[in-house]
């Protein structure tokens, strides 16, 4: 009782692949039960920054890039602004609760004039949406992830992979 997290690093070896990895504590108890870690590429992600909470507040970044982020206390909606073309397709993968993240993530997709053009909850098989959608107009959109139980911690972490 009370000793309930560690903080571990990991220093992965050149040319390591990023992907998802099974990771286990060993401790005088035993071993932990298996959890999946996200092994990202820091050249091409981008780090949540408070406050993005709005439209206004929207956090700049580019569609390639991956975002992790954390659904803060008193700010519970994270927004993100990027640019599209006229006919691309845009894809977002949330991936939260398969890394065992207690943020069930909720995604929209607003045009610059703040009109609703998507939006997407849970999966077929895991918690976690995708969104796809294909722009009409050349221009700024946002893209908002939430829980869409108001829930939000320091635990609420999350990672929108995006194409």
């Known amino acids: 009782v009370g000793n309930t997290q560690i903080e571990v690093e990991i220093t992965l070896p050149p040319g390591a692949p990023l992907r998802a990895t099974p990771f286990i504590v060993v401790g005088p108890n035993g071993q932990s039960e298996a959890k999946q870690i996200l092994i990202l590429d820091e050249t091409n992600t981008v780090a949540e920054k408070e406050p993005n909470d709005g439209f206004a507040g929207a956090q700049d970044f ?91 911690s320091p635990l609420h972490s999350y990672v929108l992979q995006t194409q």
């Open 62 to 152: 580019t569609l390639g890039q991956t975002i992790t982020g954390i659904l803060s206390p008193g700010q519970k909606t994270d927004v993100f602004r990027f640019s599209a073309k006229a006919g691309q397709k845009i894809r977002v993968e949330a991936q939260a609760v398969r890394f065992g993240s207690p943020l069930d993530p909720f995604l929209l997709l607003h045009n610059s004039a703040g009109q609703l053009l998507a939006e997407i909850d849970d999966g077929l098989e895991v918690s976690d949406p995708v969104l796809e959608f294909i722009c009409l107009k050349e221009g700024h959109y946002f893209l908002t992830i939430l829980d869409p139980h108001d829930l939000a």
